[in-house]
T-cell receptor
Framework: DAGVTQSPTHLIKTRGQQVTLRCSPK?????VSWYQQALGQGPQFIFQ???????QRGNFPDRFSGHQFPNYSSELNVNALLLGDSALYLC??????????????FGEGSRLTVL | GDSVTQMEGPVTLSEEAFLTINCTYT??????LFWYVQYPGEGLQLLLK?????DKGSNKGFEATYRKETTSFHLEKGSVQVSDSAVYFC???????????FGKGTRLHILP
């Protein structure tokens, strides 16, 4: 049973560019959350998607947007990249309502470097 | 807002030593508390959890007790192994909230 898979694993962009990161949730999961983990920091919640809708959002600007597809996979888009967007982006899947139980399954992340 | 503070690392111990990683939290409600672990080359995974005061979470020889009076959730293990080398994150989730709030993480090195 495949766990959470993310792509690409590494990428380099320049300031002002746009990036799309992809996530396939664990089989049977219907909810996807995205987190940003800067170097030496803990993950910070960006947003959560369920039934193709953004269900909850953290304190991130509108440059960060997402999408969930009917097969539950998800994309994270970041526009007008800044140097400070350099981080490891983590995708976590779960069943709806289980976030509070901590039962999230995380991917290994996509490491974004902005030059 | 809600937050988690954990001891800074890195923490370096010899195999079979006793481990404590301190964690305190601030929350407006009655959160659930977690410890996550990130092994090299792997995704974050839930290590243990506690959902109410005085609950003890345990897994793989690790334990943590939800102390409401001191707003703490310290991680302990009686005898660490080299394979325990990883980054450990204390975290919380407030009632009715799906997002997890993480501490900054503590890197643990175990020497053989």
């Amino acid at each position: 049973d495949a766990g959470v898979t993310q792509s690409p694993t590494h990428l380099i962009k320049t300031r002002g560019q746009q990036v799309t990161l992809r996530c396939s949730p664990k089989s049977g999961h219907d909810t996807v959350s995205w987190y940003q983990q800067a170097l030496g920091q803990g993950p910070q919640f960006i947003f959560q998607y369920y039934e193709e809708e953004e269900r909850q959002r953290g304190n991130f600007p509108d440059r960060f947007s997402g999408h969930q597809f009917p097969n539950y996979s998800s994309e994270l888009n970041v526009n007008a990249l800044l140097l400070g967007d350099s981080a490891l982006y983590l995708c976590a899947s779960s069943l709806i309502g289980q976030g509070n139980t901590g039962e999230l399954f995380f991917g290994e992340g996509s490491r974004l470097t902005v030059l | 807002g809600d937050s988690v503070t954990q001891m800074e690392g890195p923490v370096t111990l010899s195999e079979e030593a006793f481990l404590t990683i301190n964690c305190t939290y601030t929350a407006t409600g009655y959160p659930s508390l977690f410890w996550y672990v990130q092994y090299p080359g792997e995704g974050l995974q839930l290590l243990l959890k506690a959902t109410k005061a005085d609950d003890k979470g345990s897994n793989k020889g690790f334990e943590a007790t939800y102390r409401k009076e001191t707003t703490s959730f310290h991680l302990e293990k009686g005898s660490v192994q080299v394979s325990d080398s990883a980054v450990y994150f204390c975290a919380l989730s407030d009632v009715g909230d799906d997002k997890i709030i993480f501490g900054k993480g503590t890197r643990l090195h175990i020497l053989p």
